[in-house]
């Protein structure tokens, strides 16, 4: 295990460096950035079913919504007893609440490889080329303090951070309105995302893990404001897998919860 841990770094660093030589001719010095935005949306594409699973699963969750009131009604006396009623429901329907997790768990190595790869000098023995890489003014491998130490807010790799924050709002914003509008148009779906009632007070560890998940879906349209901050402390190359995949997302959930 320890060998592989060691040998993927290593053959991901190969890989965007053959990747970036391909880019050259038509992206010259930010050949490396495109093949990063690249990859990511290899990454996206690679998950895009469990995407389209964790569509249905929601719908097939806010379809449940009247059974599960009905069921509110009656052990409204009865929190545990409700919390298992709704959990067998959701088992007899085969709907899991943690289907819409899978996508971003599932990409969770990505980004921990590109932060690891650009934020190590040397990877595998080897001095690490990556870091030397730039998009436009700003090196791969800084983080925004870099750039505001180089060069001020207005300087050339300031400049590119300050597109990238702008870019993040404006997706982050464009993702709020779309979440709030669908629930205004679903107040099944919404009514979903309130989970279940009382399952902190329950001892079945898969009600606490359905109510997590819940809260979760609850503060779903303001987890892109998030990018924000974590764009600002990751080395510029995890920014950018996180922009391209925030801006991925955004588009996704468009075509599928249309």
């Given at each position: 295990m320890?060998?592989?841990?060691?040998?993927?770094?290593?053959?991901?660093?190969?890989?965007?460096?053959?990747?970036?030589?391909?880019?050259?001719?038509?992206?010259?010095?930010?050949?490396?950035?495109?093949?990063?935005?690249?990859?990511?949306?290899l990454v996206r594409l690679l998950v895009h079913p469990l995407s389209r699973a964790a569509a249905r699963g929601q719908k097939a969750r806010a379809a449940l919504q009247p059974r599960i009131a009905?069921?509110?009604?009656?052990?409204?006396?009865?929190?545990?007893?409700?919390?298992?009623?709704?959990?067998?429901?959701?088992?007899?329907?085969?709907?899991?609440?943690?289907?819409g997790c899978l996508p971003s768990l599932l990409q969770a190595p990505a980004f921990l490889l590109?932060?690891?790869?650009?934020?190590?000098?040397?990877?595998?023995?080897?001095?690490?080329?990556?870091?030397?890489?730039?998009?436009?003014?700003?090196?791969?491998g800084d983080r925004?303090?870099?750039?505001?130490?180089?060069?001020?807010?207005?300087?050339?790799?300031?400049?590119?951070?300050?597109?990238?924050?702008?870019?993040?709002a404006a997706v982050a914003t464009f993702s709020y309105r779309q979440t709030k509008r669908m629930m205004a148009d679903?107040?099944?779906?919404?009514?979903?995302?309130e989970?279940?009632?009382?399952?902190?007070?329950?001892?079945?560890?898969?009600?606490?893990t359905a109510s997590a998940v819940a809260a979760v879906t609850r503060v779903m349209?303001?987890?892109s404001f998030f990018t924000l901050v974590t764009v600002a402390v990751v080395p510029l190359a995890a920014g950018l897998y996180l922009v391209t995949s925030t801006a991925w997302s955004a588009v996704e959930r468009a075509f599928l919860y249309r």
């Open positions: 320890s060998a592989l841990l060691t040998a993927l770094p290593s053959a991901f660093v190969h890989l965007v460096e053959r990747f970036a030589d391909l880019l050259e001719p038509l992206f010259d010095a930010s050949a490396a950035a495109v093949a990063i935005v690249l990859f990511t949306a009905e069921l509110r009604g009656k052990h409204a006396r009865n929190p545990e007893k409700l919390q298992k009623a709704v959990l067998e429901l959701h088992a007899a329907e085969k709907v899991s609440p943690l289907s590109l932060y690891y790869v650009f934020s190590h000098s040397t990877i595998g023995g080897e001095t690490n080329g990556l870091l030397t890489q730039r998009l436009l003014d700003a090196p791969l925004w303090t870099d750039a505001l130490s180089a060069d001020g807010i207005f300087g050339g790799a300031g400049l590119v951070y300050l597109a990238l924050f702008a870019l993040v679903n107040p099944a779906m919404a009514a979903a995302a989970g279940l009632p009382g399952a902190g007070t329950a001892p079945d560890s898969a009600a606490a349209p303001f987890l």
